[in-house]
């Protein structure tokens, strides 16, 4: 497997997204349409905590709505947003890129299910 391909399988890689649209497109859903999506974030060890609120502050400067996960003094980070297109792909992949800078870890998203109408 080449490196490049070897990238894509993190929270935040395009293939472990793509494994989440099969998941949506199994219950009728294509992903364009905008919803809230939750990103999930949380620190890699005791001292990292400490950090959490300038990755917050960081991700409030990206437009996210913030809390608290309630597990692992993590966080939660929403928007809405079409899931379908390469620039979903792209910010997931900037999110997995951000975290390790607080000594974090993207843990990736979830979405609702929102079934087409066509």
Do not use: C
Request: charged content about 25%; aromatic content about 12%; hydrophobic content about 40%.
């Amino acid at each position: 497997m080449s490196s490049a391909h070897a990238n894509e399988h993190f929270p935040g890689g395009r293939l472990l997204n793509d494994a989440v649209r099969t998941a949506l497109a199994a219950e009728g859903d294509d992903g364009r349409t905008v919803r809230k999506v939750e990103h999930f974030a949380y620190p890699q060890g005791f001292f990292s905590r400490f950090k959490k609120p300038a990755v917050a502050e960081a991700l409030a400067e990206k437009g996210f709505n913030i809390r608290d996960a309630h597990s692992a003094g993590g966080l939660i980070f929403s928007h809405e947003v079409s899931v379908s297109s390469e620039s979903f792909d792209a910010l997931t992949l900037e999110l997995f890129t951000l975290m390790p800078e607080y000594n974090w870890v993207y843990d990736g998203w979830e979405s609702i299910v929102l079934r087409s109408t066509e």
